[in-house]
């Protein structure tokens, strides 16, 4: 493993270990990289239990903690994962959502422990860019009524044709 300089940290209740797993084999190039115990007992739980999970994930350092019920994800921030088809779009909503997750709207997700995700087609991201403002606003409206991207209907709002 090489050293890390800096690492997205993740705060958990008492999960971060299922957490660590369910993400590296859930999203590609991820990985769980150490498992840190803890020595003696503290608040956080018995001597033995998991503290910290450092992990890869689609390629970038995280550790996860676990730390008790003090502090709870909220929407104040989200990990985006950018897909290059529906297939992948569909295949990692269903496994946030099909997994004690929840849909959220624009592509939107929540987790079992409660951590937003925005699964986004790369698509996506070109039509809300397009230089066609009428073209970009229309892409942007079919998006705001969707859950899970669907592309065909994003692609079709672009062009300003009807939901396919």
Partial sequence: MTERKAAVFLWFDTEAEAAAEFYAVTFP???VDRIVRLRGETPSGPAGSVQVVEMTLLGLPYALLNAGPHVR???AYSLQVYTDDQAETD???NAIVGNG??????????????????ITPRVLMEALSHPD????????????EMRRIDIAAIE?????????
Avoid at 133 to 144: E, L
Avoid at 156 to 164: F, I, S, V, Y
């Fill in 29 to 31: 190039d991820s990985h």
């Fill in 73 to 75: 994800p909220n929407d």
């Fill in 91 to 93: 295949r990692l909503w």
């Fill in 101 to 118: 997750g929840q849909e959220i709207m624009c592509g939107w997700c929540k987790d079992r422990w409660g951590f937003r995700w925005q």
């Fill in 133 to 144: 403002a009428a073209a970009s606003a229309r892409a942007q409206a079919a998006m705001m």
């Fill in 156 to 164: 079709a709002a672009l062009r300003g044709e009807p939901d396919p």
